[in-house]
């Protein structure tokens, strides 16, 4: 049974057209997204910014509420929970955040930020808790008297660690690491990751590793899935994201890799010009095909299906045969 089971997920962003009009239009965000992420898995998610990526983890985590599909977590379909039912899932599912100022509390010391789940769930007595805060500092590479300090008297990958030892305080089984070193220098994110990868091996997680950076996606994850405009067109092993990546934008995204990386070279004649189209009006067809350099009229009237063509490879594409 795998740990998460997401079906035909969707969510539209309504726009009001104006205040004195009934009339409204609706962003596609995450439009009708299924996936399924393992027991100690890691699945990498990536796409440009606005695929609707940082949404569809949203709702994963019931952050915001989903217009369709189903959410199965560790074989509850927990799509319509609310209260207790839904608090009781929560501390199972935790996630680690992009900014690594902005999600903690500058007014709280490091000690209260990450004991804030052990008080909000009465886990153990204060002492116990402030035992469990001291062992998580350690865990994630911290000193127990950086305690007593803020979030402004530490750097950005100090500040992460200290998210990272928050989203742990509950023990949860999935985290959701929203692109946690996109902000981070570029030595940074490499500790960041390898805290991760040994966390993962060590308490057993699964990952929901979002990001915009495959190099580091190819590295962490056992799977990618590649996101656009609200559907994933392609999902392969992590490992073969490199050579067997068969969909017109996911070659792109590799030949636009900006630093020269022997794995990830992708197809020059494939770099894509020019913004996504308008989520409010997705184009017919394929959503890729208005900036996709081998599209075809069967590309712009029919829209491909995500289908099998491989051990673990699946693809949305008219041309992935060819």
Do not use: W
């Amino acid at each position: 049974m795998s740990l998460l089971d997401v079906q035909g997920l969707i969510k539209y962003h309504r726009l009001s057209s104006g205040v004195f009009s009934a009339r409204s239009e609706k962003i596609h965000a995450v439009d009708g997204v299924s996936l399924i992420v393992e027991k100690g898995e890691t699945l990498g998610l990536v796409g440009e910014s606005g695929c609707g990526k940082s949404t569809l983890a949203r709702l994963i985590l019931r952050l915001e509420n989903h217009d369709g599909g189903r959410i199965i977590f560790d074989g509850q379909d927990i799509t319509g929970l609310a209260g207790k039912r839904l608090r009781c899932i929560r501390r199972r599912m935790q996630m680690i955040f992009q900014d690594t100022y902005a999600s903690l509390n500058p007014r709280m010391t490091v000690g209260a930020i990450v004991g804030e789940p052990l008080a909000n769930y009465r886990v153990g007595t204060r002492r116990e808790q402030k035992e469990k805060v001291r062992q998580l500092l350690q865990t994630v590479g911290l000193s127990h008297e950086h305690a007593a300090r803020y979030p402004h008297e530490f750097s950005g990958g100090q500040r992460q660690r200290i998210g990272i030892a928050r989203a742990l305080a509950l023990q949860p089984d999935l985290v959701v690491c929203d692109e946690p070193v996109s902000n981070l220098d570029v030595s940074v994110r490499a500790q960041i990751v390898n805290l991760l990868m040994q966390l993962k091996k060590q308490l057993g997680l699964a990952y929901l590793f979002i990001s915009h950076d495959l190099t580091i996606v190819s590295y962490i994850s056992d799977r990618v899935a590649i996101m656009y405009l609200g559907k994933i067109v392609e999902m392969l092993p992590g490992g073969d994201l490199a050579v067997k990546a068969r969909h017109p934008y996911t070659r792109a995204l590799l030949a636009a890799v900006p630093v020269h990386h022997p794995r990830l070279r992708g197809d020059k004649e494939l770099l894509v010009e020019g913004e996504p189209p308008d989520p409010v009006s997705p184009p017919a067809g394929c959503r890729f095909h208005p900036r996709c350099p081998r599209a075809q009229e069967k590309c712009r009237v029919s829209e491909p299906l995500l289908e099998p063509i491989g051990a673990g490879h699946q693809v949305a594409c008219h041309l992935a045969g060819a």
